[in-house]
């Protein structure tokens, strides 16, 4: 147990059974009244976020999250199976926690699984991955210097935006926030 007293941006709380991330905060001393504290509060599991106001000094639940490193290994069903790089302990991760970040991950990809009591909660990938374009339309000679696009579809299966002078079987770097295209991958 913690008080609003030390609240920290980036913590973890467990307010009514759902954790929320402290987004920001700020403590407020009036000139008449009791001091409290003003919050911004991200539910972990949906994204959403409130304003949320404490009395100085309560008491406040500290939710421990756990991130380790983790290799995607392979699809079994619904699931995707995970390892731990330290342990080598292997987990099974619904489908929904890892959400659209399945769009962006191959074998082997590289990521940090936040855990709170043995559950996963959610993944967080790198910023780009490095995707092999499986098909796009050649393009035309003379469209090598206008700024356009052209729709490319990656190994993956999801399909990204790339300038006209990518071809087939080019490995480009793709940006797992929004799907955007980086540029070429060495």
């Known amino acids: 147990m913690a008080t609003t007293n030390d609240l920290k941006n980036g913590m973890t709380l467990d307010i009514d059974g ?3 991330t402290v987004v920001e905060f700020q403590h407020v001393k ?7 504290v003003r919050s911004k509060l991200k539910q972990v599991l949906t994204g959403k976020v409130v304003d949320k106001t404490f009395n100085a000094g309560v008491k406040i639940e500290i939710a421990i999250l756990e991130k380790r490193e983790m290799n995607f290994l392979y ?14 302990d292997q987990m099974n991760i ?3 926690t890892v ?4 769009q962006y991950m191959l074998e082997n990809t590289e990521a940090i699984v936040a855990i709170h009591e043995n559950n996963p909660l959610y993944i ?5 991955v490095v995707l092999t374009i499986t098909y796009t339309e050649p393009g035309l000679q003379g469209d090598r210097s206008s700024g356009g696009t052209k729709p ?5 299966g999801i399909q ?3 300038p006209l002078f990518i071809k087939q079987d080019e490995k480009v770097l793709v940006d797992t926030r929004d799907g955007s295209y980086l540029g070429r991958a060495n």
């Open 152 to 156: 490319a579809t990656v190994e993956t």
């Open 75 to 88: 699809k079994e069903g619904e699931d995707f199976v995970f390892m731990d790089n330290k342990t080598f």
């Open 18 to 20: 759902q954790l929320w």
């Open 99 to 102: 959400g659209d970040s399945a």
């Open 94 to 96: 619904s489908s929904a």
């Open 124 to 128: 967080e990938l790198p910023a780009s």
């Open 160 to 162: 990204i935006q790339v």
């Open 30 to 36: 009036p000139g008449k009244g009791p001091a409290f």
